[in-house]
């Protein structure tokens, strides 16, 4: 009798493990379907072409590679002009961490840029509204990144509601990618 009682255990488990596997097969695939949906893909933007990205107004002019001047790393430069479109001077730090743009190159992650002013070459602490400004924004190019290889920009907007949920009045939230730029950056002469 235990023979048939220990038949019945395993053929019992072994529905279990199946069923329990099905069950998880169904389940990634309903989160892959969901994920999809999720990540938007972008449009992609060209070099020289306006975007608004909620506070701001961004055209990027151009992409290079710089070698440091120091003992630093070399670093990836995005020359672009920036326009607050608010009636309010803005903080130029654009949320904590850095949320304008983003920069992956395969799996490598920049870190936070610098943002330079153009005329003065002194960092962007303020924005001023409707003063076009032209500045630079610059990465330091991580260690496992490799000359000639390709890099993907995404830029985000940042959201305004009149009303929000929890103080009742307008503010901006959270960030959300709009369009991105693929390339692979050009050496600085």
Known sequence: MTTGQTSLIRRGARRALAASGIVAALLYGWWQAIDAARTPNLPEVKLGAPMTLGRVALTPLSLQVRESSGDGPPSFVLSATLENVTGETQVASF???FRLIT???DNVEFGN???TLLRDRQDLFQ???RMPEAVEIAWQLPKEWRSGESLSLTFFRQQFKLE???YGRSSWLGYSPVARIAVTPETAP
């Open 95 to 97: 949320g904590s961490p």
């Open 103 to 105: 920069v992956k190159a």
């Open 113 to 115: 840029p610098k943002i």
């Open 127 to 129: 924005l001023q509204p």
């Open 164 to 166: 929000d949920n929890l």
